[in-house]
């Protein structure tokens, strides 16, 4: 019932429907674990670890630094309850995870024989904290028990994902809480400039606008003498600010100025006709003042003029 390629992780199995056994949080180097044994068997102590050895030191056991768990006190020194095994099987009645511990200490009543033991781990979500194993049953009974089964009630032996499935699904539930803030905050922005605002159109949508610094102008095509546009040059140094005392280049211009101009000055107004009739009358007046200043010199010309010391002469 379990996949094989889960088999090798420590403390952990899958089964072939996906459900995931972790028991690694209940190996600790801090300390082993006190079962819980009853009244009937005495002033016996049972030490137990999960996926790993014991923490405290047996006495008087062979292969000390590979045993999974031991009693106290028994004998002439303590005595093993088998080797630990990181390998979880499956209770083929319950249905539940357990540990197989082997190759414990030999047995009291046949020395061909070693000790071993079953822990069964049974989900009880009411147990928060790691539990308790307590023992159920010793074969045979009394004190030449040598094969010893446990039940361990704790949360950490009910079914949960493989780590990967965690990592995927914190992955998957961040996402989606970024999204659904987005979405919130675009729903809201926009239901705001909707019936508040009372905007219309893509105004309403909190899209982000880009504007035009102030004081950027384009560059503006000139007209070269073959008629084809050519974009205006301009030789001062980019980051020099131009000069606002341009003159009035940059001055709107009227649209109706030229009609206005051409209405002013045209040859067709009665008032231009009269002006002209003045001007041409001035014309005459200075062609017949100069007539007369030429008649009056040409006359002085041909008088006689007296000399000092010659007498009446013609000069």
Not at 99 to 123: D, H, Q, W
Not at 132 to 137: D, F, I, S
Not at 147 to 172: G, M, Q
Request: proline share 5%; with cysteine; glycine share 8%.
């Amino acid at each position: 019932m379990a996949d094989d390629k889960q088999e090798d992780k420590p403390c952990t199995i899958t089964l072939k429907d996906g459900t995931f056994y972790d028991l690694t949080s209940l190996s600790t180097s801090k300390a082993d674990y006190e079962a819980d044994a009853g009244d009937a068997q005495g002033n016996l102590v049972y030490k137990l670890n999960v996926c790993r050895s014991v923490v405290s030191e047996p006495w008087n056991v062979e292969n000390a630094s590979a045993v999974g768990g031991f009693i106290n006190g028994r004998g002439h020194g303590d005595f093993s309850l088998g080797d630990f095994s990181t390998n979880l099987t499956i209770s083929p009645t319950t249905h539940e995870p357990m540990l197989m511990y082997e190759n414990g200490s030999k047995c009291p009543g046949n020395e061909n024989e070693r000790a071993s033991t079953v822990i069964r781990f049974v989900c009880s979500r009411s147990d928060f904290e790691a539990g308790k194993p307590r023992l159920v049953a010793a074969i045979p009974a009394g004190d030449n028990a040598c094969h010893f089964y446990f039940d361990w009630k704790t949360h950490v032996a009910c079914p949960t994902n493989r780590k990967t499935d965690l990592e995927s699904a914190h992955i998957w539930a961040f996402f989606g809480f970024v999204l659904v803030a987005i979405l919130t905050w675009f729903g809201g922005h926009t239901l705001y400039n909707r019936f508040y605002l009372k905007r219309r159109g893509l105004d309403i949508f909190p899209i982000p606008k880009c504007h035009r610094p102030a004081g950027v102008q384009l560059p503006q095509p000139i007209s070269s003498s073959d008629g084809s546009a050519q974009p205006r040059r301009s030789w001062a140094a980019p980051w020099k600010r131009r000069s606002q005392r341009a003159g009035y280049n940059h001055l709107r211009q009227d649209p109706n100025e030229d009609d206005h101009l051409a209405a002013r000055f045209s040859i067709d107004d009665d008032d231009d006709d009269d002006d002209a009739r003045v001007l041409g009358g001035e014309m005459e007046a200075w062609r017949r003042s100069g007539e007369e200043e030429a008649a009056r010199l040409s006359s002085a010309s041909d008088r006689e003029t007296v000399g000092v010391h010659q007498g009446l002469v013609r000069l």
